[in-house]
């Protein structure tokens, strides 16, 4: 397995506000980094994958990047649908494993 | 569009099989060159993989639960299934079907989950 790290555990945030999560990888993992969004007691949703590209239909406030060890997603502008857990996910060795999460909560 | 539907016992005695079967509608599960994953997530705790199958028919389980692990195919049927043996209190989670993209191995179509508590 690949640990992968996510800072903060939680965030507040205000709406319009720019906020970023971090995802630290044990290893190196090239760009395989991928980003979800899940909502109380819904599935997890992809945003980002391959560290910086959008999945089809995801808003384009969202935005990923980094490579190796250390990646960002930032949400430019937090709308009210925006608060949610977010995790990450490497995929460069199997199994895939996700960081714990950050919950981006309302200041 | 492609759509995922878990189903199966939502209560499972320790010691005990957990299967679940995973239905998959608007595509098929033999096309392309998806595979086809599970994912389980505790109460109030993050995710954790399971295991993929590929269309092939190939499978690949996380060595943390491999000993007890297996997924399969019904390709006729189009849906794909876990068992999980000799269950225990930790293994109650919401169990989460999806399909998994080539390339960056994403996990692109996720099922709703389905719960299952492990408890006599």
């Known amino acids: 397995d690949i640990p992968v790290t996510q800072s903060p555990s939680s965030l507040s945030a205000s709406v319009g506000d720019r906020v970023s999560i971090t995802c630290r990888a044990a290893?190196?993992?090239?760009?395989?980094l991928n980003w979800y969004q899940q909502k109380s007691g819904r599935a997890p949703r992809l945003l980002i994958y391959g560290s910086s590209s959008l999945q089809s239909g995801v808003p384009s406030r969202f935005s990923g990047r980094g490579s190796g060890t250390e990646f960002t997603l930032t949400i430019s502008g937090v709308q009210p649908e925006d608060f949610a857990t977010y995790y990450c996910q490497q995929t460069y060795s199997s199994p895939g494993t996700f960081g714990q999460g950050t919950r981006l909560e309302t200041k | 569009q492609l759509q995922l539907q878990e189903s199966g016992s939502g209560l499972v005695k320790p010691s005990q099989t957990l299967s679940l079967t995973c239905a998959v509608s608007g595509g098929s599960i033999a096309s392309g060159s998806h595979s086809w994953s599970w994912i389980r997530q505790p109460p109030g705790k993050g995710l954790e993989s399971i295991g993929t199958?590929?269309?092939?028919?190939?499978?690949y389980y996380n060595p943390s639960l491999k000993s007890r692990v297996s997924i399969s195919m019904d390709r006729a049927k189009n849906r794909f299934s876990l068992n999980l043996t000799s269950v225990t209190a930790t293994d109650t989670a919401v169990y989460y079907c999806a399909r998994t993209s080539v390339g960056y191995s994403v996990l692109d179509v996720w099922g709703p989950g389905t719960t299952v508590t492990v408890s006599s």
């Open positions: 199958i590929h269309q092939s028919g190939s499978t």
């Open positions: 290893e190196t993992i090239s760009t395989y």
